[in-house]
């Protein structure tokens, strides 16, 4: 398969699956924006087994064949054919210096996901955070390139995977219990006196909801520092996709009980409004 097929079907699984994050990925030039595809198409794929409704030891032998691909792709090992998503990500490794050891931590989080994990503290769902998207973060650095301490810049881009993980947590609590996961931190839930599903009282629900909101704006606060380490393309691709994530946060904080009812979301109009902002220089 040649690599401009594969990505032309990775820039299809994003325009299709990546509800906000696509929005930024096309403020990209075409080379990046082709690798970053690639890795949300990657992303997708394991995230799907973690979401999907196989068994528990189903999921975990499918992620362990997608751990196997990736430790095969680090390798240089090629054993992609016909499958655009690997041709397209290893195309991608070839170009930019991508950490593929990151996409490892994606399945770990999946893997915790399978074997229905709960989180005792902030630290434990903070730890998920970074692996499931601190590691999305420290991907796009290896396609972005950034400007000063790529150390530092790596710790940025974990802060600002936290606040969208946390800002993903907090919109989803409703579908998530109906999978019967629960991701804020037991010592939270019963410190505000919630049920431990999170089924109510509302009231206090939505008190915590408010708690795990300021804490995740803080996270943007820091994290959204990465954005003076790169280039202007990559930072209106980031400064996207964050900014849509911290205008959702900023509907929970307001309504911090809608989301035991379901799912709250920003229109269409408004995301790519805040992409235009973002290619104009404008801070998330």
Request: net charge negative; hydrophobic share 45%.
């Amino acid at each position: 398969m040649r690599a401009a097929d594969a990505y032309r079907r990775c820039e299809e699984i994003t325009r299709v699956e990546a509800r906000n994050f696509s929005y930024g990925i096309r403020l990209l030039p075409k080379p990046k924006r082709q690798a970053m595809s690639a890795l949300y198409a990657m992303a997708r794929r394991i995230d799907d087994v973690g979401d999907g409704p196989l068994p528990p030891d189903e999921k975990l032998a499918r992620l362990a064949g997608l751990r196997a691909d990736i430790d095969a792709l680090a390798a240089g090992v090629a054993n992609d054919v016909g499958d655009p998503v690997l041709v397209g990500l290893r195309h991608a490794v070839e170009r930019f210096p991508i950490p593929t050891a990151a996409l490892n931590e994606i399945v770990a989080g999946c893997e915790q996901d399978a074997v229905g994990k709960t989180y005792a503290t902030i630290a434990d769902t903070e730890e998920y955070c970074r692996l499931v998207a601190g590691s999305v973060g420290r991907l796009s650095l290896g396609v972005f390139g950034t400007s000063g301490d790529p150390e530092e810049a790596a710790e940025l881009a974990d802060v600002l995977g936290i606040a969208l993980q946390l800002t993903n947590i907090l919109r989803d609590i409703a579908e998530d219990r109906g999978m019967g996961r629960i991701y804020l931190p037991a010592a939270d839930i019963e410190r505000f006196g919630c049920a431990a599903d999170l089924t109510g009282p509302p009231e206090r629900v939505g008190q915590l909801v408010a708690f795990e909101a300021e804490r995740a704006e803080r996270h943007f606060a820091e994290g959204l520092k990465l954005l003076a380490m790169l280039d202007r393309r990559s930072r209106a691709c980031t400064g996207a996709m964050a900014g849509i994530y911290r205008r959702l946060l900023a509907r929970i904080a307001e309504s911090p009980a809608a989301v035991i009812q379901g799912r709250l979301s920003l229109p269409a109009t408004e995301k790519a409004w805040v992409a235009v902002r973002s290619l104009a220089g404008a801070t998330p």
